[in-house]
């Protein structure tokens, strides 16, 4: 490390050499994030047949022949459809039942409180999917195998601890007194909930919704062993992986990705503020 | 409504829902891996780990953790580091390393596909740039390190992001007063890290690691994508036992045992970065 006796000259020497290798890095990082996704939207926007050719062009043609190939492609759009429907009940389904539970570990001091904290914790540390085996043979017999609804509440266990996590970080960060002061001008603990706590969370309550639509989206082996008929899109690709074209796997790995990119910059501003409570 | 009473009612959702589809579950798993036609056995244990593809897979599942786990965790804190001194750009700059957490494995093991294969970018660069006459195929059984580097690399590129937002968040909590008063005391920017981010950044570093290390374990898709059957991995295993040789029993029996695997290293992590009681911020 450098020391105080450094003349000044040189110092700043040292800092405009930092400096420049610090925003190099910051640029190489951001490289390293972006190269490849532009690699997978060249793919995409080409030919099948430049898809397949050697070498590769480094410039997109602007040719949607893969996507059409993508959509004319035998049970595509279908899981596409699929993969929306499990999602959006997953998504519903993780804040109805998580956030309650946020809402209480963030306002009550109640008995077992640590322990049900603790096993929330403890769910996270559990390959999670794997749960998808045993309830291949429950949802056969109660008729829930291969339905969107189904795989829907292995994505929402998935799910319900990031839930329940990140709602109470939420909740812990909007004042109690804002509450208390709603009670004493007369409304219920209900109404008090609905009329002040309410629109105040709504953003941060849909932000951590859609972090339950991503990991369902993205979510592969549970869908793979659960659907047969009504696969998902990450488990139709995943099935078709050995015999598919290139360019359908591009094409199909393109539409995975682009709702993440939405969904990320949706959640952008909560993303930290999510995080930052919920280790604690 | 009873103000006692109110937030079991409010928990009480979560906990009939993780008993019915995460506690049951688990027992039915336990209870197939450990019973074969005639009650208790340990046969589908001996099954599984006498098959010729078990070390493998374990070993590689092993490998690659222990090759990105920690990679993963420098690079991170790096992140974090550069991100909080930066003033222009930060959201910008921390949008786009927070892209890869939205993006699936399968989704990332495509992408990387799309460097690697054997008409990928990778070779039409080394052909342009005169480093190689013809096409390698980099994803072929006789080229099995660059199978391994290309899964490490496709698994450091998406799942890095998951570690540097619990880490940003966990330095936001850090007060700054802590770097003030360490910077009067002459302490350089590497002490500052050390002796300050670090240890408080302890809570964060727990959840990041288990975090990291049992979605590790449960490594898949990102495999299946580049590697296919070249380097099989304890997941795929469970899939393949599963799907392709419709046997439950092993199936369940191996999964128990990347759960004893994953509690394992989480008992570890927990018990290596536990945080002194009331030493929180």
Redesign the interface.
């Given at each position: 490390?450098?020391d105080a006796t450094i003349d000044v000259p040189a110092a700043a020497g040292t800092r405009k050499a930092g400096n420049t290798l610090?925003i190099a890095?910051?640029a190489l990082?951001?490289a390293?994030?972006?190269v490849?996704?532009y690699?997978?939207l060249v793919?995409t926007l080409s030919s099948p047949e430049t898809v397949?050719?050697?070498?590769?062009p480094?410039l997109p043609e602007f040719d949607l022949g893969s996507l059409q190939f993508f959509a004319g492609f035998q049970g595509m759009l279908s899981a596409l459809k699929n993969s929306v429907l499990v999602a959006v009940l997953t998504m519903i389904l993780s804040i109805?039942?998580?956030a309650?539970?946020g809402?209480?570990?963030s306002?009550?001091d109640?008995r077992g409180?640590e322990v049900?904290r603790l096993?929330?914790l403890l769910?996270?540390?559990?390959?999670?999917?794997?749960?998808a085996?045993?309830?291949?043979?429950?949802f056969i017999r109660t008729g829930l195998d291969d339905t969107a609804f189904g795989l829907a509440?292995?994505h929402?266990?998935l799910a319900?601890p990031f839930a329940?996590l990140i709602t109470f970080s939420l909740f812990s960060g909007i004042p109690v007194e804002l509450e208390e002061a709603a009670w004493t001008l007369g409304c219920t603990?209900f109404t008090a909930f609905t009329k002040v706590v309410l629109p105040l969370i709504l953003p941060g309550i849909t932000a951590s919704a859609i972090f339950a639509f991503?990991i369902s989206?993205?979510?592969?082996?549970a869908a793979?062993?659960l659907t047969i008929e009504n696969r998902t899109l990450?488990a139709f690709?995943?099935q078709t992986?050995?015999e598919s074209p290139?360019h359908l796997?591009?094409a199909?790995?393109f539409i995975?990705?682009v709702?993440?990119?939405i969904?990320?910059?949706a959640v952008?501003k909560y993303?930290?503020?999510?995080?930052?409570i919920?280790?604690? | 409504m009873d103000a006692r009473l109110l937030p079991y009612l409010l928990i009480l959702p979560v906990t009939l829902f993780l008993g019915v589809f995460f506690l049951y579950p688990f027992f039915l798993v336990a209870q197939q891996a450990f019973t074969t036609g005639a009650g208790f056995t340990l046969d589908n244990f001996r099954d599984v780990v006498s098959y010729w593809k078990f070390p493998i897979s374990l070993k590689n599942t092993f490998l690659l953790a222990l090759c990105v786990v920690p990679i993963q965790l420098a690079l991170s804190l790096l992140m974090a580091t550069m991100v909080s001194r930066m003033e222009k750009g930060r959201d910008l700059v921390l949008y786009v390393w927070t892209i890869p957490l939205g993006i699936s494995d399968l989704a990332a093991g495509i992408i990387w596909l799309a460097i690697f294969e054997q008409s990928g970018f990778l070779n039409s660069m080394m052909t342009g740039l005169g480093l190689a006459d013809q096409p390698v195929n980099f994803l072929s059984y006789q080229n099995p390190l660059m199978v391994f580097v290309a899964i490490m690399l496709a698994e450091i590129w998406r799942a890095t992001a998951i570690m540097l937002v619990i880490i940003v968040a966990g330095i936001g909590l850090i007060p700054k007063e802590y770097y003030e008063a360490a910077e009067v005391f002459g302490a350089s920017p590497w002490q500052r890290f050390l002796r300050v981010t670090l240890p408080l950044l302890r809570p964060s570093l727990q959840t990041a690691l288990i975090l990291r290390v049992v979605l590790a374990f449960e490594v898949f898709a990102v495999v299946a994508a580049l590697g296919g059957t070249l380097f099989p991995v304890l997941m795929g295993e469970i899939y393949a036992y599963q799907f392709d040789l419709q046997n439950g029993g092993a199936a369940a029996a191996l999964a128990l045992i990347v759960l004893a695997i994953s509690l394992a290293f989480t008992l570890i992590i927990l018990r290596a970065l536990r945080v002194p009681k009331g030493a929180t911020i």
């Amino acid at each position: 490390m450098t020391d105080a006796t450094i003349d000044v000259p040189a110092a700043a020497g040292t800092r405009k050499a930092g400096n420049t290798l610090y925003i190099a890095s910051v640029a190489l990082l951001i490289a390293w994030v972006l190269v490849p996704l532009y690699f997978l939207l060249v793919n995409t926007l080409s030919s099948p047949e430049t898809v397949n050719s050697f070498p590769k062009p480094f410039l997109p043609e602007f040719d949607l022949g893969s996507l059409q190939f993508f959509a004319g492609f035998q049970g595509m759009l279908s899981a596409l459809k699929n993969s929306v429907l499990v999602a959006v009940l997953t998504m519903i389904l993780s804040i109805a039942i998580g956030a309650p539970a946020g809402y209480a570990l963030s306002r009550f001091d109640f008995r077992g409180k640590e322990v049900f904290r603790l096993l929330i914790l403890l769910t996270r540390a559990f390959p999670l999917p794997l749960l998808a085996l045993p309830l291949a043979v429950l949802f056969i017999r109660t008729g829930l195998d291969d339905t969107a609804f189904g795989l829907a509440l292995v994505h929402t266990t998935l799910a319900i601890p990031f839930a329940v996590l990140i709602t109470f970080s939420l909740f812990s960060g909007i004042p109690v007194e804002l509450e208390e002061a709603a009670w004493t001008l007369g409304c219920t603990r209900f109404t008090a909930f609905t009329k002040v706590v309410l629109p105040l969370i709504l953003p941060g309550i849909t932000a951590s919704a859609i972090f339950a639509f991503v990991i369902s989206w993205n979510e592969v082996f549970a869908a793979a062993v659960l659907t047969i008929e009504n696969r998902t899109l990450p488990a139709f690709l995943l099935q078709t992986l050995a015999e598919s074209p290139m360019h359908l796997k591009f094409a199909g790995g393109f539409i995975l990705v682009v709702p993440a990119l939405i969904f990320i910059f949706a959640v952008r501003k909560y993303l930290f503020a999510m995080w930052g409570i919920a280790n604690r | 409504m009873d103000a006692r009473l109110l937030p079991y009612l409010l928990i009480l959702p979560v906990t009939l829902f993780l008993g019915v589809f995460f506690l049951y579950p688990f027992f039915l798993v336990a209870q197939q891996a450990f019973t074969t036609g005639a009650g208790f056995t340990l046969d589908n244990f001996r099954d599984v780990v006498s098959y010729w593809k078990f070390p493998i897979s374990l070993k590689n599942t092993f490998l690659l953790a222990l090759c990105v786990v920690p990679i993963q965790l420098a690079l991170s804190l790096l992140m974090a580091t550069m991100v909080s001194r930066m003033e222009k750009g930060r959201d910008l700059v921390l949008y786009v390393w927070t892209i890869p957490l939205g993006i699936s494995d399968l989704a990332a093991g495509i992408i990387w596909l799309a460097i690697f294969e054997q008409s990928g970018f990778l070779n039409s660069m080394m052909t342009g740039l005169g480093l190689a006459d013809q096409p390698v195929n980099f994803l072929s059984y006789q080229n099995p390190l660059m199978v391994f580097v290309a899964i490490m690399l496709a698994e450091i590129w998406r799942a890095t992001a998951i570690m540097l937002v619990i880490i940003v968040a966990g330095i936001g909590l850090i007060p700054k007063e802590y770097y003030e008063a360490a910077e009067v005391f002459g302490a350089s920017p590497w002490q500052r890290f050390l002796r300050v981010t670090l240890p408080l950044l302890r809570p964060s570093l727990q959840t990041a690691l288990i975090l990291r290390v049992v979605l590790a374990f449960e490594v898949f898709a990102v495999v299946a994508a580049l590697g296919g059957t070249l380097f099989p991995v304890l997941m795929g295993e469970i899939y393949a036992y599963q799907f392709d040789l419709q046997n439950g029993g092993a199936a369940a029996a191996l999964a128990l045992i990347v759960l004893a695997i994953s509690l394992a290293f989480t008992l570890i992590i927990l018990r290596a970065l536990r945080v002194p009681k009331g030493a929180t911020i």
